[in-house]
Structure formats: structure tokens, C-alpha cells
């Protein structure tokens, strides 16, 4: 009842640039705040930003020196601008909404297969 597809994952090197796009759609989407989490390998997933559907925006780790998340409502999709590109920045990067129409579901995440980063010379 709701997907999120993410693209645009890749190779980049260090100091470079990649911009992440995720697409949500189905009968039960409606877009109240969406986010992007990061998950590299042996370690546990984390929180990059978040986004509202009014665009109020969260940057838990001060990530916005260098990333930027943004959305555009009417194509239902959320965006993330990533430069100056570590290594440390290489995981699968997920795409998360969060369902904010009250009823049953209130509160559920749904997330997207995820698109994988890698920064590396």
C-alpha cells in the first residue's frame, strides 16, 4: 500500500557530489514526514535528516554542513543533496515515511530497499 523506490546511489570520490531522489507512491501514501537513514556495514542504522510535509527539517548529526534534504510534495518526493564526500559517508543510504493520518497505522514506518554509497578513491 505505500513504496518508496530511492535512486541515484553510486561511486563517487572523495570530495564529490551525489544527489539521492526517492519517489513514494501507493493507495495509502500521503506525505506527513519522510526521511533518510544511512546504514553502513557492522554498524547500526542511522538518522541523516527529516523532513516535513510543511518543510520544517532535522539534522540529528549537524549533517547539514554538508547535506541538504528537500522535498517536492506534488511528485511525492524527497530528495537529499550530498557534497564534500567522505569515505566515512559509504552505506546503503534508506529512504523512511512515517504515516501521520490518524488511524491505525499513525506512527508506522515503511522504508524503501535502499541505494548504496560509495565514497572511495
Known amino acids: 500500500q505505500v513504496q518508496l523506490v530511492e535512486s541515484g546511489g553510486g561511486l563517487v570520490q572523495p570530495g564529490g557530489s551525489l544527489k539521492l531522489s526517492c519517489a513514494g507512491s501507493?493507495?495509502?501514501?500521503?506525505?506527513?514526514?519522510m526521511a533518510w537513514y544511512r546504514q553502513a556495514p557492522g554498524k547500526q542504522r542511522e538518522l541523516v535528516a527529516a523532513?516535513?510535509?510543511?518543510?520544517?527539517?532535522n539534522y540529528p548529526g549537524s549533517m547539514k554542513d554538508r547535506f541538504t534534504i528537500s522535498e517536492y510534495k506534488i511528485t511525492n518526493t524527497v530528495h537529499l543533496q550530498m557534497n564534500s564526500l567522505k569515505p566515512e559517508d559509504t552505506a546503503v543510504y534508506y529512504c523512511?515515511?512515517?504515516?501521520?493520518?490518524?488511524?491505525?497505522?499513525?506512527?508506522?514506518?515503511?522504508w524503501g530497499k535502499g541505494t548504496l554509497v560509495t565514497v572511495s578513491s
Open positions: 523512511n515515511d512515517q504515516d501521520g493520518e490518524p488511524g491505525p497505522n499513525y506512527g508506522v514506518n515503511y
Open positions: 501507493g493507495t495509502n501514501f500521503k506525505f506527513y514526514s
Open positions: 523532513i516535513s510535509s510543511r518543510n520544517y527539517t
